[in-house]
């Protein structure tokens, strides 16, 4: 296993060069990319220049940075200069940014080689990576499977050893959900923690930006390296950002964990067994678990997907095919904005952008988007309240495994359950993420969720880590 330690001391002790391990991710990335779709656009050219920088300062005897060398992927709704940025839409098919997201270049300012763009669900709106305009993302790990969604693409770069670090975003469970699904680590930060300039907008109070990595200490690292406030984006916090990595080998011994019993009441599925048996042997490294409640939880789907499309809706306005989307031809203006949004956006997006402008129309706003607002509140404080308790709270990132493509495209809502534990943590804006906790009968991936309060990152780290050196996952 590729690791930022390992790549670090193969390149200090020359055993290859930085320039190599970007050949070698990118020929790898475009040779599996016939079988996953995770792709779809590779950065030669840029990759070869950020590792030959990095090669050059090793030759200086300077330090090449915290991710010096790394290959690394960068989901389709995050910006990159001079390169095509689809949003995994065909309104975007041809879009050139003209300047980098935070997280790109503070990516390349530690040392990161970014390789390409990965692949994911049209404006990042879907649980499965299956709306993307340019086809379904397959899971590596079994390809007639999904990934995931919606940054199942960065999930799948990783799953399939093209990089050991990738971007995602992160809404309700797009970071958390593939990462499970494709049995790698996926971190969801704190709302605010990571700057959102660059980042396409879908809904902007539950948008996060997070890694994906082999390990939990390469997540840890990756997240130092773009967290931290930001003055392009006013959402940013102030709040210092700790080195993750160095405490991670923190004694856990005596740490309270919750299990929402909302969360396990009806898990009685092989992800609940192995769920159960990582709550064990947090047991057994000394974490005193107790059951608690979050009894706003059976509002969470309907809050969320109240909020998130009326936020989408408002965001989505732009796409009208005036500015830099796709225009369709016709013979008056509306015609123009009802074929180019029309024709550009997919079923999914349609549908979400239909359902936000409903929620948002007069006489309805009050009745549903001010509601779900204050039903959020609640859901908030449910954590709040259970954090005077615990230290952190354990649950499954999905009800299941990896689903196989198509078996739910037909029907949206059981497509939004599988979303049903991880929205709770985005409408919260707390720090949560997915570590492996061990595989079906059939092979497929199952997570273990990790939250913990508002910037404290730093024990959800030291949990995911105890418990990754202790499984045999």
């Known amino acids: 296993m590729t690791t930022i330690d390992s790549i670090r001391k193969g390149l200090l002790a020359k055993q290859f060069t930085a320039r190599e391990i970007a050949q070698k991710a990118l020929a790898h990335g475009e040779a599996k990319n016939a079988e996953t779709n995770a792709f779809l656009t590779f950065s030669p050219e ?37 390169l095509r940025t689809t949003c995994g839409s065909r309104l975007l098919e041809t879009y ?32 499965s990576n299956e709306n993307s305009a340019y ?32 971007l995602g975003s992160d809404t309700g469970g797009s970071v958390r959900q ?28 539950l948008d996060h930006v997070g890694p994906f990595a082999t390990t939990v200490k390469d997540a840890a690292t990756l997240l130092r390296a773009i967290a931290g406030r930001d003055e392009c984006d006013a959402t940013s916090a102030f709040a210092p950002v700790p080195d993750y990595a160095s405490a991670l080998d923190a004694n ?7 299990m929402p019993r909302e969360y396990f009441e009806n898990l009685e599925s092989e992800t609940g067994d192995l769920v159960h048996r990582a709550v064990d042997t947090l047991k057994q490294l000394g974490c005193e678990v107790r059951e608690i409640t979050l009894p ?30 796709r225009r369709a031809q016709a013979d008056t203006l509306s015609d123009m904005y009802r074929r180019s949004r029309g024709e550009g ?35 908030a404080k449910d954590f709040s309240d259970a954090f005077k308790e615990v230290d952190a709270v354990v649950a499954p990132v999905s009800p299941f495994p990896a689903f196989k493509l198509g078996e739910k495209m037909n029907d949206p809502l059981a497509m939004y359950l599988s979303d049903i534990f991880t929205i709770t943590g985005d409408l919260a804006g707390i720090p949560c993420m997915s570590v492996p906790c061990g595989k079906t009968a059939a092979g497929l991936p199952v997570g273990l969720q990790i939250l913990t309060r508002h910037f404290d990152e730093t024990s959800m780290f030291r949990v995911a880590h105890a418990y990754e050196q202790t499984s045999n996952v």
């Open 178 to 205: 593939p990462a499970s699904f494709c049995g790698v680590v996926g971190v969801t930060p704190t709302y605010g923690r990571v700057s959102r300039y660059g980042l396409t907008a879908f809904a902007s109070s």
């Open 296 to 325: 706003h939880t059976q509002y969470a789907i309907a809050t969320y997907y109240i909020i998130a499309t009326a936020e989408a809706s408002s965001n989505l306005a732009r796409y009208d095919g005036v500015r830099y989307t």
């Open 135 to 166: 086809g379904p993302v397959r899971n590596p790990v079994a390809l007639d499977r999904v990934a995931g969604g919606s940054s199942g693409g960065s999930a799948a770069a990783v799953a399939q050893g093209t990089v050991p670090l990738s």
């Open 345 to 379: 956006f997919g079923a999914e997006c349609k549908r979400r952008i239909m359902l936000g402008t409903y929620v948002l129309s007069a006489g309805y706003y009050d009745a549903y988007y001010l509601k779900a607002q204050k039903v959020r509140a609640l859901l």
């Open 96 to 127: 050139i940014p003209p300047y980098d997201a935070t997280v790109v270049a503070r990516l390349e300012q530690a040392g990161g080689v970014i390789i390409g763009k990965t692949n994911c669900d049209e404006f990042a709106m879907g649980s």
């Open 252 to 258: 856990v011994r005596g740490l309270k964990i919750g």
């Open 46 to 82: 840029r990759a070869l220049a950020a590792a030959d920088a990095v090669d050059q300062k090793i030759a200086a005897g300077e330090d090449p940075g915290a991710l010096g060398g790394v290959p690394i992927a960068v989901k389709d709704v995050i910006v990159t200069r001079g």
